[in-house]
T-cell receptor
Framework: EDQVTQSPEALRLQEGESSSLNCSYT??????LFWYRQDPGKGPEFLFT???AGEEKEKERLKATLTKKESFLHITAPKPEDSATYLC???????????FGTGTSLTVIP | DTGVSQDPRHKITKRGQNVTFRCDPI?????LYWYRQTLGQGPEFLTY????????KSRLLSDRFSAERPKGSFSTLEIQRTEQGDSAMYLC???????????FGPGTRLTVT
């Protein structure tokens, strides 16, 4: 069964304290792995798509990496405005559904 | 603003009533998805359209839920005989042709009393 597990559930960082969020996945043939940011009461905002192991994508303080079993979202020198829930999703090559994890709630303290 | 729009943003209804939500995707996006999200959970897939064709529905989706996308543009999601367990945020997303990333709307928050 296709599934996604994210850890930790919640993370509190001091401003400038770098860290990583983990997304472990099980899927029957990966079409793509997707990272989203979600602010309270809003829809998810697309960040990155990763298609194959070894691929990396960067955007400002965020960097996403992918292996055959997991993905990491590295946050370098975070700022309070990076506080949000970060969601990971996978799509299998055999279907159209996207499977989302439960997210990591990130709080960056000034 | 050329993003995905959803209407209404909030809906309060009594148990047993029918409700309908509308989603307007980004122009020329041919793929459209509906999701349900409850507090502390990730979005849960409900159904998928490519143009006007509904190609996939969640096996967990009750027969009380139905969705349409006439003419391959906007889409509607109807819930009949609402139950308290239907209370959630309903999200719509669209994807451009040839790409897989999804662009989400702001959601419709449904409260069933």
């Amino acid at each position: 069964e296709d599934q996604v597990t994210q850890s930790p559930e919640a993370l509190r960082l001091q401003e400038g304290e770098s860290s990583s969020l983990n997304c472990s996945y099980t899927v029957s043939g990966l079409r793509g792995l997707f990272w989203y940011r979600q602010d309270p009461g809003k829809g998810p905002e697309f960040l990155f798509t990763l298609y194959s192991a070894g691929e990396e994508k960067e955007k400002e303080r965020l960097k996403a990496t992918l292996t055959k079993k997991e993905s990491f979202l590295h946050i370098t020198a975070p700022k309070p405005e990076d506080s949000a829930t970060y969601l990971c999703a996978v799509q299998a090559s055999t279907g159209n559904q996207f499977y989302f994890g439960t997210g990591t709630s990130l709080t960056v303290i000034p | 603003d050329t993003g995905v729009s959803q209407d209404p943003r909030h809906k309060i209804t009594k148990r047993g009533q029918n409700v309908t939500f509308r989603c307007d995707p980004i122009s020329e996006h041919n793929r459209l998805y509906w999701y349900r999200q409850t507090l502390g959970q990730g979005p849960e897939f409900l159904t998928y359209f490519q143009n006007e064709a509904q190609l996939e529905k969640s096996r967990l989706l009750s027969d009380r839920f139905s969705a349409e996308r006439p003419k391959g543009s906007f889409s509607t999601l109807e819930i009949q005989r609402t139950e308290q367990g239907d209370s959630a945020m309903y999200l719509c997303a669209s994807s451009p042709r040839g790409e897989y990333e999804q662009y989400f709307g702001p959601g419709t928050r449904l409260t069933v009393t």
